[in-house]
């Protein structure tokens, strides 16, 4: 110290005898925090990376399998509309055009395409080119437009499932279509494969007269589920689904966001507020499918409400996804700035009337927020809808909310159990279509979050 | 209300002590005013009477009680659960925690004003016409249209705000933002405005503004205001109450109490030996 006293005014007193913050020790000390703060960082972006990889593979997988499902392979026909076989007597009558042999038109255009195929085993094979839904298209055809009867048209047909696979590659037969053309024969052996070297020769053939052409598969978007992979559509189960989101929106909702007010803003503090709220946040942990169990008992068994059908499902997600609403509520009540409410009553408003006016709409946000996301669970959601039969094979749109209904994460998990080498591809679609709705939710929801953000 | 209440005297207000009664009106009487945070005694027994249509300055260390004691003026405690008021409250006579008069009432009645400046985030005018129309005041358009002008003008804001009223209140300027709160509370028509600590979010131009606001403000309403700044209760206020430790210590005349404390507390916090 003394040192630095003897240093001139004016000059920078400097320090003969290093502090202890200059010593080596001390600088190997620091030298070791910086490093452990890299590993620090290291550790999280690996952990980000690996996040980050798992659901590229994720989507990959998904998307690679899904995409081809977005197309269907149709095959084009001559189909004569004979009066012979549609309307005999001539009277066109609706509902007996619709009873017509329909199929007899296109297994006669098949064999006119084909005259060289005889026998039983081989026509029955040449048949299974088209889809079995042909006949219905053909029968909507007509009875639309009666005048088609007698004429000649080129319809394009769906191709049946296998038909479509190979045609889309995934049931290979070891050459390219190229190949085939130039003479040489499939490497797979025949009877490892679905369909045979005639089938193979026949789709060689259309496709050789311009007769397939891949197009977008409507089907997917527009029909109900069917047994057919080509002829299987969600649209049952996104409207299973919507339905189904309706009723637990109008049942969570209201009733969450009531108890989440009247807990966080009447309530009195006591023994009985703490267990209701210990509940609550312990049923947000409550594994789904218990709540399954618990319709089934007592929506369907006590109360006798109909099974498999969206009222029951939307009531049993709701009960799922009302702590979600709860809890989101109440920390977005909770974020409300007391100044606010202060100001309120400051000026003679009603504890009513602070929460009316001034404090649930800048929760707002908050609980919307909330809602969504605890409604894309409910999208997502599948156990518990098991239990109250909505897991049944259902061909029809659902009507209202009381009709046999499908949801489309079930729907994905049916159509993953089914054998045909056509319902992978549409599962992996189907994912797909419910990935896109649950981005889209979540989307909204960051959308108004950002929107309605407000600054204090 | 006669002339000596309307224009209060300065000689009037500095014969009024702690000891007599002044010669101005009683608005608030308090007795025996003692708060409880659960266990915690807050305010130990408080014996204060609030003059009407003048400025009481609640001054004294941090934790001692004044904003605590103005907070039981229009029963903002009640929003806090463990708090509990026990003595007496008198507004014109009546026992504002007894049985006949209820919160929503009493706050029409005593309007508030807060430490920080807390408007609603809606628009200019809705901040004002908010409170009147709850309380079923200016039904009519043009009747509102005249009380927030009114409002604004009396803050001193109308020649500020006049073309945006309908822009939010939260984009205000700080002492903007408080007048607008002032005005907020002017809007009711109240007969008694608190205020807490309302400049020690401003900067010293606002303050200014603000000080010579709350001197206009004492023709038409009673004021109770707490700050920390003595200046500014030297300069606003006719009589001044200096709590220390939950006790009410000595409340005088502003001049008195700056000039000749007469406790030894009192001496000791406004000459700066600690605060």
Redesign the interface.
Known sequence: MTDIAQDLPGTVAKRRTPSRYQSDEFKARLKARYNAERRFQVYGALAIATAAAMLVILLFSICSKGYLAFWQTEIKLEITFDPAVLDPSGERDPNGLRRANYQGLINSALYEAFPEVSGRRDRRNLRALISSGGRFQLADMVVANPDLIGTTQEVWFLASDDIDQFAKGTLPCGVTHEERMAGIPCTVPEDSRPINDRNIGWYDQLYANGQVDFAFNSVLFTKGNSREPELAGMWGAIVGSFYTLVITLALAVPIGVAAAVYLEEFA??NAWTDLIEININNLAAVPSIVFGLLGLAVFLNFFGLPRSAPLVGGIVLALMTLPTVIIATRAALKAV?P????????????PY?VIL??VLP?AAPGILTGTIIGMAQALGETAPLLMVGMVAFIVDIPQGITDAATVMPVQIYMWSDLPERAFVERTSAAIMVLLGFLILMNGLAVYLRKKFE??? | MTASTMNVDPSAIAMSNADAVGTGRVKIHSKDVKVFYGAKQALKGIYLDIFEHSVTALIGPSGCGKSTYLRCLNRMNDTIDICRVEGLIELDGEDIYGRTIDTVQLRARVGMVFQKPNPFPKSIYDNIAYGPRIHGIGARRDEMDVIVEKSLQRAGLWDEVRDRLKEPGTGLSGGQQQRLCIARAIAVSPEVILMDEPCSALDPIATAHIEELIDELRENYTIVIVTHNMQQAARVSQRTAFFHLGDMVEVNDTEEIFTNPKDERTQGYITGRYG
């Open positions: 009195p503090k700035p100044s606010i409410r202060e100001a309120a009553l400051g000026v003679g408003a009603s009337q006016h001034h800048l407000r600054r204090w």
